[in-house]
């Protein structure tokens, strides 16, 4: 699905931006953060912590963040936690991004 | 062999100090727990943080102070949360952890006295208090994490295991059917049942927050996965497996009557907010009529003296 102009409402919504804080050195490396954050913005690394796991990473497209906060809920370890930013304004290439690239067939995990 | 051993260092305490310091009070949610009790000993993939992590979340969304606040735990790994929340805890004695709180919510009316327990403590050595707590209705706030056996002794057989489940003690498969936590609180009177796993984060954080509102006897059940003792004899893989497993076996039915919410091993596990209804809870009936009746009586009393 394409959409061929921007929505007439658009100037009233704002896409929010988070920023991922990651504390490593509390990580071990479960990777619930990781699968289950719904844009796909974590990966693991190829870094150890001091205990010797792998903490989470971000990836390049880690603008993507919206500040929905599942990592925060999720980290059994009080290790993850994200801070919203300043909300963007939407364009028209967010919107052809969200329906192409965030369709619900799209399987974001082969991606990475 | 020559075996070369580390030099003994002394203990440095402001070193440690320093390291407590330098991570705590980074995360938001760090208000809530103990300074230098992070990282806890959960395994790597265990629930169990989850839960808190939900605990904390509900008690910041509901904009509770620590102070309004009490938690009481009993025995096992879900035990621990008594020792890393930074308010008035208590950790008990094995199965005893409501009696405890019973005593609590009647002697401090307006604190909000959560119950943090396991499975196996609550409804194993701690069955009985469970049930008749429910049955008083007394203003308590019980949240069971299931993990399906004894995590901290080793994996044993715990009264959720599921049938043919295997663990430590049952190497052949349990011979026995589970407990279903959910049907036996609504059995026993509570007030708000519900059951969720750690694959809802999100539905466990309403839940927790709604009982903040309610008076009377709440039971929520959080099926945490348990990857050493419950996830590698039954071949459940890690812990990210299992939550996965939830994920894809777990079906949302709210209001759904608590008899159809049985867990079988492999099977759909049903999920959602059972039992929400009102009824007078202990402390409010007890009042009304055993200290009212007991002040009348004073009060007679008094006027035969006076004449």
């Known amino acids: 699905m394409k959409f061929w102009r ?16 990651i504390i490593e050195s509390r990580c071990k490396g479960c990777g619930f ?30 603008e993507d963040c919206v500040e929905c906060g599942l990592c925060t809920l999720i980290c059994p370890e009080f290790a993850i936690f994200t801070q919203l930013k300043e909300p963007k304004k939407i364009t028209e290439e967010d919107i052809q991004r969200v329906t192409t690239r965030f369709s619900r067939k799209d399987k974001r995990y082969l991606r990475r | 062999m020559k075996v070369r051993l580390r030099e003994l260092q002394p203990f440095d305490k402001e070193a440690a100090e320093a390291a407590i310091k330098h991570d705590h009070g980074l995360h938001p949610h760090d208000e809530y ?132 489940a295997k663990t430590s003690t049952t190497p052949r498969g349990n011979a026995e059917p589970g407990f279903n936590l959910p049907h036996l609180a609504h059995a026993a009177g509570a007030v708000y049942v519900a059951r969720w796993t750690t694959f809802h984060p999100r539905q ?47 079906e949302i039915r709210n209001g759904a009557p608590p008899g159809d919410a049985e867990i079988e091993l492999r099977g759909k596990i049903v999920v959602g907010t059972f039992i929400d209804v009102d009824r007078p809870d202990f402390l409010t009936s007890y009042n009304s009529r055993i200290v009212s009746a007991a002040q009348a009586k004073g009060k007679q009393k008094e006027k035969v003296k006076i004449a």
């Open chain 1, 33 to 62: 953060c990781i699968e289950f954050c719904p844009n796909g913005c974590l990966k693991v690394s190829k870094r150890f912590n001091s205990k010797g796991y792998h903490p989470p990473e971000l990836v390049f497209q880690a």
């Open chain 2, 204 to 250: 466990l954080v309403h839940s927790i927050s709604q009982t903040f509102d309610k008076t009377g006897f709440t039971f929520v059940e959080a099926i945490a996965p348990c990857p050493t003792g419950y996830g590698r004899p039954n071949k459940l893989g890690a812990g990210l497996d299992e939550m996965k497993f939830y994920g894809e076996h777990s």
């Open chain 2, 33 to 164: 727990l103990k300074p230098g009790r992070i990282p806890h000993i959960w395994c790597p993939g265990c629930g169990l943080g989850v839960v808190l992590t939900t605990f904390i979340e509900a008690m910041r969304r509901k904009n509770i102070t620590p102070d309004q606040c009490a938690v009481v735990s009993g025995i096992g790994c879900t035990g621990r949360v008594a020792g890393y929340l930074n308010m008035d805890t208590y950790h008990t004695t094995h199965g005893r952890a409501i009696p405890f709180a019973t005593g609590l919510a009647l002697a401090k009316p307006d604190l909000h006295v959560t119950v943090f327990s396991g499975d196996g403590d609550l409804f194993a050595i701690g069955g009985n208090h469970m049930i008749h707590a429910a049955r008083r209705n007394v203003n308590l706030k019980v949240i069971c994490v299931n993990n399906f056996n004894y995590g901290m002794t080793g994996g044993q057989v715990a009264p959720t295991t599921p049938l043919g």
């Open chain 1, 6 to 21: 921007l929505p007439l409402d658009a100037e009233a919504h704002s896409i929010p931006q988070g920023e991922v804080r």
